[in-house]
């Protein structure tokens, strides 16, 4: 073979691609498993775990229930085995485990876990205690009166079918949707990178807020919300989540509602109570919430609580019995609620597949929209089956009046002619399909009363078209049908039935102020001692003189506090750390008390400067004693460690001087050099940790003490006799921060401090 070149003269080399008989790519991995993860993603998405807007479905739970159809397990027909069910859908549907399938059966007949139950199963199929149901080879199931709803004009071409798995038969892509299934029973799913959370809600006021929206398709959330008021969850409950959150999630698609036990007390002989949960949260188990209960009885985490016990039969009797009749049922409620799943929060992700497919978040007037538009689909399209179903009928019964008209001449047709058939198409100008019914007829139907039954038919089939047409002419009319279908759901799932009635009640969350940290703790006053050494102790009541108390050898006290036992106690160190204790978990009055650095991690190179009861809505003020500090807000300060929260930074020979709440407008402060620099305490900043900013300017040494007064008041000090005075001309002293201030005036303080209670 001669060397064949291309128009340059070169011989061309061999072209990319597998090599024969091998069938290997050569692909980037990175582009390899974007690709297989982002069909992966997608598949999950749209095919497990968000539902259709329109019928509010996944297509594991369409696929049952139209199987089920095949199968006719219609309402009125008697159950069949579950595992027959499972095995059509796995097999002609569903190319997934038959564990799946079932639990989604299961899921869909359970009236605790379904608001309106699509299938009606026989058999265990497990309870509200968390127990799974019965094999399948042991239940049965048919479909309930919704289920058939949603596949109502399913033959009546009012959806589009799509091919199998297997392309050997045809299933739907969508249902009609009759029952507004999406938001009566809810739907939940997790995907790839989104999730989906609705809960159930009632049909009757669903079917309100779809009637007001025909009339007023932009009609507010806020109006809308009138009719639906809320979830409505199958195991009851109270929502005591604040209406302007309702609004706002149903605005948006997104939000969550407080849901709260049912409970009553119920009165026992001599005075005593006990409480009786008749009602649970939704998607609690309440064996668990038992077993939880029981561990903050066995742990000590409620002493209210005494006992629990459980005496649900079919219907739900929790009781609840307190340690005395003297505790507040109220306070007890609200310590179980934030502390069990006697409170749960159901969130609201309304995140859904719309008619094309695409995911999408949707508030409350998009969802009913969605399925309004999707009725009005459906309606359309079994209109014009039915449309085509009688013009076909009406051309055949065309053709037989006109053979009952020449019955004579088309018997004689039929009868000397070689092709009857045409000689009747050609001399009454017939269609082929009106020949062959003519043909068809038998000989009984020549009488008088068919004709006229024919002709009656025909009249009803002419005025039926009349209104198809103008059905589908008319939007009006369209949405008039659909409002006709939906108040007629309504009827079905009204407020006087009783799977229709509202479960779920909604009240405003009490307003207790319940402090779990200090709930259970008796509310005693105490004085807390703290001594120079670092030794603590509580004592009993309010002591005001402490001289009759007992230190060690060279020891005295330090601080003195008058506190409760539910206040937390805090302790600011030279090292420019708060520390937190409970007051409560102080050691008593008797002897000396404990060490300090026994209950938190304090050097021993550094000594308590601060002691006081936390006060969240003050304001204090933290410097060293290299002049420099900040204004800190008491409610950061906080540690929850041994180790403490360091605020105030120092280092090397610098240490934290003082700690004092802001009482008034004016700063005061003095140096070693005894020069005092007034200036307001809105210029020093406010901060949560930090050096500080300079709170003076010296030259020669550092702070020595630090106070804030008001003008009215004065600035005062303490001479050497202990007696209190005023620094009278203190205005003088005025000027801005980090200014170096003007020498003290005669007669002050030797000692360099001011008249301020270091312990706050």
């Known amino acids: 073979m001669s060397d064949i070149k291309d128009e340059n003269g070169t011989k061309p080399g061999p072209k990319p691609g597998p090599k024969p008989g091998k069938g290997i790519i050569e692909e980037n991995i990175d582009d390899a498993l974007g690709s297989r993860y982002l069909a992966y993603a997608m598949a999950t ?19 049952i229930l139209y199987a089920m159809r095949q199968l006719k397990l219609n309402p009125e027909n008697a159950p069949k085995k579950c595992a027959r069910i499972v095995g059509d859908v796995m097999g002609q549907y569903h190319p997934h485990g038959d564990a799946s399938i079932y639990d989604a059966l299961v899921k869909l007949s359970q ?27 042991y239940t049965e199931a048919r479909m309930t009166a919704a289920g058939k709803a949603l596949l109502d004009g399913l033959e009546e071409d009012a959806v589009d079918f799509r091919a199998t798995y297997n392309e050997e038969d045809e299933e739907p892509v969508v249902l009609p949707a009759g029952f507004p299934n999406l938001l009566a029973n809810g739907s939940m799913g997790i995907a790839v990178g989104m999730a989906t959370s609705i809960p159930p809600h009632n049909a009757a006021e669903i079917c309100n807020a779809a009637l007001h929206l025909i009339k007023a398709p932009k009609a507010r959330i806020d109006t809308l919300l009138e009719h639906v ?19 706002e999630a149903y605005a948006t698609g997104r939000g969550g509602f407080k849901v709260r036990a049912r409970w009553q007390i119920e009165e026992l002989p001599r ?18 919430l038992i077993e939880k209960l029981a561990e903050l009885i066995d742990g000590k985490k409620n002493p209210w609580l005494a006992d629990i016990r459980d005496e649900s039969a079919e219907d739900i ?16 409620m609200e310590s179980l609620f934030k502390s069990s799943q006697l409170e749960n929060r159901i969130s609201l992700n309304m995140n859904v597949l719309d008619a094309t497919g695409t995911p999408r978040v949707m508030g ?18 079994r209109s014009r089956q039915r449309l085509g179903k009688i013009e076909d009928r009406m051309e055949i019964l065309a053709g037989l009046k006109i ?60 005025e039926e078209k009349r209104q198809l047409e103008e059905l589908l002419a008319s939007e009006k009319l369209q949405w008039a049908r659909i409002a006709e279908q939906v108040r007629e759901i309504r009827d079905i799932y009204g407020s006087k039935t009783e799977l229709g009635k509202r479960r779920t009640t909604f009240a405003d969350e009490p307003d207790v102020d319940l402090d779990m940290s200090t709930a259970f703790i008796s509310k005693e006053p105490v004085t807390i001692v703290l001594s120079k050494m670092g030794w603590v102790r509580a004592l009993k009541g309010k002591v005001e003189d402490l001289s009759t108390l007992k230190f060690k050898d060279g020891d005295g006290p330090a601080f003195a506090v008058l506190a409760y036992t539910t206040d937390s106690i805090i302790m600011f160190a030279s090292n420019g750390k708060f520390y937190t204790l409970g007051a409560d978990k102080l050691p008593g009055g008797r002897g000396n008390g404990e060490p300090i650095r026994l209950m938190v991690d304090l050097e021993d190179d550094h000594m308590p400067i601060g002691f006081f009861v936390h006060d969240p809505k003050r304001e204090l003020i933290v410097a060293s004693s290299a002049g420099y500090g900040f204004r800190v807000k008491e409610e950061g300060i906080t540690a929850s460690k041994r180790g403490g929260k360091q605020v105030l930074n120092v280092k090397g020979d610098v240490e934290a001087l003082r700690c004092i709440a802001v009482s008034g407008e004016k700063i005061a402060t003095i140096g070693d050099n005894r020069k005092i620099l007034i200036y307001d305490v809105s210029e020093l900043p406010v901060l949560g940790r930090g050096k500080g900013v300079r709170l003076q300017n010296f030259k020669d040494g550092g702070l020595k003490d630090i106070a804030t007064f008001k003008s009215e008041d004065g600035l005062c000090f303490v001479d050497g006799s202990g007696r209190r005075n005023s620094v009278n001309d ?26 301020v209670d270091k312990t706050l």
Do not use: C
């Open 45 to 63: 998405i749209t095919m497990r775990a968000l539902p259709d807007v329109r019928d509010g479905l996944k297509p594991v739970h369409r696929r």
């Open 111 to 137: 009236s605790f876990a379904a608001r309106y139950p699509l299938i009606n199963g026989q058999g265990n199929f497990g309870n509200i205690d968390g127990d799974s149901a019965a094999a399948m080879r």
């Open 229 to 247: 008021k809320g979830p409505d969850f199958p195991t009851g409950g109270i929502i005591v989540e604040p209406h302007e959150n309702i609004v």
């Open 271 to 288: 005075g005593q109570w006990q409480i009786v949960v008749t009602e649970i949260p939704y998607q609690v188990q309440k064996s668990r």
């Open 317 to 332: 009797r929790v009781v609840l019995e307190p340690k005395n009749k003297n505790i507040d049922p109220e306070m007890l």
């Open 364 to 381: 409350l007037r998009d969802v009913i929209q969605a399925f309004l538009d999707h009725r009005r689909d459906v309606l359309g399209r």
């Open 403 to 462: 053979a009952y008209l020449n019955i004579d001449e088309v018997i004689r047709i039929v009868r000397f002619e070689d092709n009857p058939k045409q000689v009747l198409m050609t001399t009454f100008n017939l269609t082929e399909r009106q020949t062959d019914a003519i043909l068809n007829m038998r000989l009984r139907a020549l009488n008088k009363l068919q004709e006229i039954e024919i002709q009656g038919e025909y009249d009803l089939l002419a």
């Open 730 to 755: 203190w205005e003088i002293h005025q000027g801005k921060r980090a200014q170096a201030g003007r020498m003290a005036p005669r007669g002050f303080s030797r000692a360099g401090v001011f008249a």
